[in-house]
């Protein structure tokens, strides 16, 4: 199991079952699954999400991070933040907060402190987001961290009720270690 790391505002440390009720108050939140590229979830399924993500961080090897965004000093979730392998040396980034804890920072922290150590611990190159086109916020995230706008992943996936096309950022280990 990996030890929790930290940023300036927030830790970042494996799921485990109990943040099940946590996470459903965040995947069952339409103003935070409308940026998502899932639909609001119920209170079983976020459960489950929670009990998958355990099983999955004791793979060998293993080929995510799907870790929980807690506040520094306080081990509550209150967002997730994955990196998920693709490729040679590349990765996925995804990450969100619950809507009401929007506006502090917290997600710039916590995806701050994966990139580190993603390309640090991890080695990995190149690592990616797919970020709603009218998700500004996580838009601004990716931009505030170094990341580059390559160009738009039409009609990337289906959520609530319809395609939607995502923008797709990405940022290569030496932009990252410059900064």
């Known amino acids: 199991m990996l030890k929790p790391f930290s940023g300036n505002k927030t830790s970042l440390r494996e799921i485990v079952s109990s943040d099940g ?3 459903f108050k965040i995947v069952g939140d339409d103003r935070v699954t409308k940026f998502m590229s899932f639909d609001s979830r119920s209170r079983e399924v976020a459960q489950k999400s929670a009990d998958d993500a355990v099983e999955r ?3 060998t090897p293993r080929t995510e991070y799907y ?10 979730l209150i967002g997730t933040c994955r990196i998920a392998f693709s490729g040679v040396q590349a990765a996925k980034l995804g990450y969100m907060v619950a809507a009401d804890h929007w506006g502090n920072g917290y997600a710039t922290d916590a995806v701050s402190a994966i990139l580190d150590f993603a390309f640090r611990q991890l080695d990995r190159h190149r690592i ?3 970020i709603g086109p009218e998700n500004f916020a996580s838009q601004a995230v990716a931009k505030r961290l170094g990341f580059s706008r390559e160009g738009v992943l039409r009609d990337h996936v289906f959520t609530n009720g319809a ?4 923008v797709l950022f990405s940022i290569l280990r030496h932009e990252w270690l410059k900064v």
Do not use: H, M, N, Q
């Open 163 to 166: 395609w939607r096309d995502s």
């Open 21 to 23: 009720p946590a996470l």
């Open 67 to 76: 870790l929980a965004i807690t506040r520094v000093g306080d081990d509550e």
């Open 128 to 130: 990616t987001a797919a």
């Open 57 to 59: 961080a004791r793979k």
